[in-house]
């Protein structure tokens, strides 16, 4: 540890003047019990003082590598002060013997002399022998004191031969040893130890050392998500973070000997420089690790979306050219760790290369070199034939991959050295050479998946030299919860799933996909496509309309002819066109499937749009991708497709409600024929086609059984596995604001509402169905507890004595969530053009508990009608959308109440608290014109039964009989 770069040291610490004042203390002669609570006093400021000092001078300086330097020397002066209080005033010795001499060493971390501000301090305290019972009190007494004055400490206590025997036998100790750092005590002792360490450990098996240190980091690296792009990432243990630059000086001191990267350079390993990229890395990181131990308060290594903002802050990240603060300094991370992940892996490989290199002109080598395609086999993996091929034939640099992907082969370690130091070379012209471009297209439209050459193209900086739009995305994030990967990674994601359905492999959770990816005429346009997608991400703009440009500019370099060109450009115009349809519109409104119709225009542009939009919702992150969505996708597919090939003959209003009427006459064949002619009569057109025959029958089933047994109130639950979802149907009177309130019941029962559709009969009764999934952790609403406490709740609000809010009130939690450090711009959009029978409401803001219910609670206020809803989340953004009439069953097109409309539910989009809005509701506005009956006077009813019935696939038990308001 050079301790030569801390400057004015002793105002660190001034350890002759700390050990003068215990010197004076025990002069004291007091007594122990009376000491020792002075003696802490006296560390425990010291060492106050001098974490004061040292986190001053790094606020100032802003130079993390001084800092951890400073702290380890802090500790250092500290450990030896209370070893010399304890071998001198504790547990003194004339003249000790061999056996009562100690030494101790700073391992791990403390001993490369990096110590962050929250770090655990590991020492090894070494002995000759049998351990003595004066070695085990002055041990006993320094780590007491040390855990007492605050500290972590870990420890172990052992001979030397046992250190050698342990460090045989245990690579984790064989790594701490190999950075054992001198303390204090007898130096005789620490030469013993690296002798014995140099001799029997290190001798003979640096290339086994490097092969458990690169199986031990790839296992690290995938149990933190074996990416370093995930926008949570860990400094420390994640990929490209700091301990991968650890493994990397791990490699150089077991296999070279050396104390510091830098010296590499010296021994023809590592230019110039590569050594700075190394020493600009680890200084970034350590500056971050500081910053981010000093901001929680703890040694937190994650940089969770809370700290973000803040670290960006104090690093002194700004919003810049259309990019905010937070963006910017995580692009530069991920390029930190882009830059750690570059030298580990081509640094750790070449030590591996070189350790296994034999002699230059080896006959057996001779013999035995091969030849692939114009480069050189080398024990199966690619390589230059000559030193300087790629400066010489820059296109080798791409072809050295695509040979490699086709033969299944790696590349060597020199190779990728080669075309890291060579990409200057990836220039104008190389850019435009045909050869080039038509390389590049084989391997992105390979039929072997392309996904894991692609992301080596990456790592190693060609991707990005030869496709410049592509490098302006690398490393791009999106502050939000929704996003799990920066741009280049999520697009290589997608790259990889397309290709894996394309082959079969993914058919079980995309069979519609699956099943069309044979029938797409333009498999080039498609991957083409996905690799555009999002290209233009972090410009400032509209990235679909900038990608539709970046995709005609660059399509015909790569080779597409015009037509091919056109249709990529209009698949990234039009990216999220088809999910934001499925997700946010009714596709049972014939409007809804025209318009989209309109847009796509045939068949071929639908398949391929189902295709992209598949894999770019599943390449977003684990967990997004679910039944719900592929359902949704499905439907609107063949929606779309069915108006293509039929016409409106596939839509026709009055056809199809013939059609439904009929055939709900048939099911219902078993039913007295005065109630079948009394039911069908009072069921209004847009139910019977907004639901298939087989749920038209189920409803109808439930209906009759409440009304056979004088139930105002009926349940249905239905968990549906294959789209990860419960259906709620529930069968009451109709009265103002119904919906809210069942929306509000959901809510308290911990239902998120990803679908409503609420019908009104003509004998004034109701009919709402809501599809929801668990608040909790998502999928089905299916939990015994939760069900069964549904139907009670239902009933309960309904009745009025429960009151949702209060409730929500109540069970809300006071720890902030994770969501409220995002901003999202409340946006309201209100469209009377989507739908020809509805005005079309969309509400975009920030998620929090039973948005629902708050926004359905203000549109009742206003005397809106709500016919159905859609209820999309991304991340911490909520996209609700509501069909809605006047209470007249119009269109709204006045505009002063438009703009009412608008600001009341921006309203509640501002509200920050659970608690925000009042918390009863009234009915409408006097003046208002209303056909049903107002809550006040529902309210008054008597007590009437109450009817739940549960599908066999429900554990729900019936409710007890209550009131209905």
């Known amino acids: 540890m050079d301790i030569t770069g801390i400057e004015k040291r002793r105002q660190l610490i001034d350890r002759r003047a700390l050990a003068q004042a215990v010197e004076t203390l025990f002069a004291e002669g007091l007594k122990e019990s009376a000491r020792k609570p002075k003696l802490l006093a006296l560390y425990k400021d010291a060492l106050a003082k001098g974490q004061a000092e040292v986190q001053r001078r790094f606020f100032e300086s802003h130079d993390g ?33 061999n056996a009562e001499k100690l030494c101790i060493l700073a391992v791990g971390g403390y001993g490369r002399g990096e110590l962050a501000p929250y770090s655990d301090i590991d020492l090894l305290f070494v002995h000759e022998y049998k351990i003595s019972p004066r070695v085990e009190q002055v041990v006993e007494e320094v780590l007491y004191t040390l855990w007492d004055v605050g500290l972590k400490v870990g420890h172990a206590t052992r001979s030397v031969d046992e250190c050698m025997r342990q460090a045989k036998a245990d690579v984790t100790i064989k790594t701490a040893m190999l950075e054992a750092r001198y303390v204090w005590g007898e130096k005789n002792l620490f030469a013993a130890f690296q002798k014995a360490f140099k001799k029997d450990v290190q001798a003979g098996t640096g290339f086994a050392f490097l092969e458990a240190k690169l199986a031990e980091r790839d296992a690290r690296h995938e149990r933190m998500g074996d990416s370093r792009y995930v926008l949570e990432p860990n400094i420390k243990d994640g990929k490209g973070g700091l301990r991968d630059l650890h493994t990397l000086y791990w490699a150089a001191k077991y296999l070279y000997h050396v104390g510091d990267i830098s010296e590499l350079v010296n021994q023809k390993i590592l230019t110039k420089a590569e050594a700075t990229r190394f020493a600009k890395a680890q200084q970034y990181l350590w500056t971050l690790r500081c910053h981010l131990h000093y901001l929680t308060d703890r040694p937190e290594e994650r940089l969770t979306f809370d700290v973000q903002p803040e670290l960006a802050r104090r690093m002194g990240y700004t919003d810049h050219a259309g990019t905010s603060g937070v963006e910017r300094f995580m692009k530069h991370y991920f390029l930190i760790a882009k830059d750690v992940g570059d030298l580990t892996r081509i640094f750790c490989a070449a030590f591996e290369a070189q350790h296994q290199k034999k002699p230059l002109f080896s006959l057996s080598k001779l013999l035995s070199a091969s030849e692939v395609a114009g480069f050189a086999n080398e024990s199966g993996r690619l390589n230059e034939l000559t030193r300087g091929h790629f400066r010489k034939t820059p296109v080798d640099m791409l072809r050295i991959f695509k040979v ?111 099943k069309l990816m044979p029938t797409i005429l333009s498999r080039e346009v498609l991957y083409v496509a996905v690799f555009l997608h999002d290209i233009a991400k972090g410009r400032g703009g509209d990235h679909s309309e900038l990608g539709a440009e970046v995709a005609r500019s660059l399509c015909p370099r790569l080779g597409l002819s015009d037509e091919q060109t056109e249709t990529v450009a209009w698949l990234v115009l039009h990216h ?11 596709i049972d409104d014939p409007k809804t499937v025209i318009d989209f119709v309109d847009l796509v225009q045939s068949p071929e542009r639908l398949r391929l749009l189902l295709c992209l939009t598949v894999v770019d919702i599943r390449a977003v992150g684990p967990n997004v991708w679910n039944n719900w969505k592929s359902s949704l996708l499905r439907d609107m597919y063949y929606r779309a497709f069915d108006f293509m090939t039929e016409g409106l003959d596939g839509l026709g209003r009055a056809k199809r409600v013939t059609a439904a009427r009929d055939r709900l006459v048939q099911l219902l064949d078993h039913w007295p024929e005065h109630e079948r002619e009394r039911h069908i009569d009072r ?283």
């Open 65 to 97: 590598a001084k800092a951890v330097l400073s702290y380890a020397y802090l500790i250092d002066q500290l450990i030896r002060v209370i070893h010399d209080t304890a071998s001198t005033h504790m547990y003194p010795t004339a003249n000790p013997t």
């Open 683 to 965: 069921l209004p057109d847009g139910y019977l086609l907004a639901f298939d025959a087989e749920l038209l029958l189920r409803h109808s089933d439930v209906i009759r059984e409440a009304e056979l047994r004088q139930q105002t109130l009926a349940l249905d639950i239905q968990v549906l596995s294959s789209r990860d979802a419960t259906e709620i149907t529930i069968f009451t009177e109709d009265h103002p604001g119904l919906f809210a309130r069942l929306s509000g019941a959901l809510a308290v029962c911990g239902a998120s509402i990803v679908d409503a559709r609420i019908a009104t009969f003509k004998d004034g009764t109701a009919l709402d169905v809501f599809t929801v999934q668990d608040a909790a952790g998502g999928g089905a609403f299916k939990s015994s507890s939760k069900l069964a406490r549904l139907s009670v709740m239902v009933e309960q609000v309904l009745s009025g004595r429960v009151r949702p809010l209060e409730e929500l009130d109540r069970k809300a939690s006071h720890i902030p969530s994770r969501m409220e450090i995002f901003y999202v711009a409340p946006r309201v959009l209100i469209d009377n053009k989507a739908s020809n029978t509805h005005t079309v409401i969309e509400v975009n803001g920030r998620d929090r508990p039973a948005l629902v219910y708050r926004l359905t609670t203000a549109l009742f206020r206003m005397g809106i009608q709500i016919t159905s809803a859609k209820i999309s989340t991304y991340g911490e953004q909520v996209v609700d959308v509501f069909y809605v009439k006047d209470v007249f069953g119009m269109k709204i097109t006045h505009e002063t109440k438009l703009k009412e409309i608008r600001q009341g539910l921006l309203d509640v989009l501002e509200i920050a608290g659970p608690g925000g809005m009042v918390g009863d509701m009234e009915a409408p506005k006097s003046g208002t014109k209303t056909t049903a009956q107002s809550p006040t006077k529902a309210a008054g009813k008597p007590a009437s039964k109450t009817a739940s019935k549960t599908s066999s696939k429900s554990v729900v038990k019936s409710a007890p009989s209550a009131a209905a308001e």
């Open 404 to 514: 490699a992907h086709e033969n299944r082969m790696s590349i060597h370690p020199d190779a990728l050295k080669s075309i890291t130091r060579n990409l200057k070379y990836v220039n104008k012209k190389f850019r435009e050479d045909p050869a080039a471009n038509a390389i590049f297209m084989d391997i992105l439209t390979s039929k072997i998946n392309p996904e894991g050459t692609l992301r080596h193209m990456n790592e190693c900086g060609l991707f990005g030299k030869f496709i410049p739009d592509f490098g302006r995305v690398v490393a791009q994030m999106q502050y939000d919860m929704y996003h799990v990967y920066t741009t280049d990674e999520h697009t290589i994601r997608a790259i990889g799933i397309l290709n894996r359905i394309e082959n079969g492999e993914l058919a079980e959770d995309h069979p519609l996909a699956t």
């Open 576 to 586: 999220l066109a088809m999910s934001n349809t499925a997700f946010k519109r009714d």
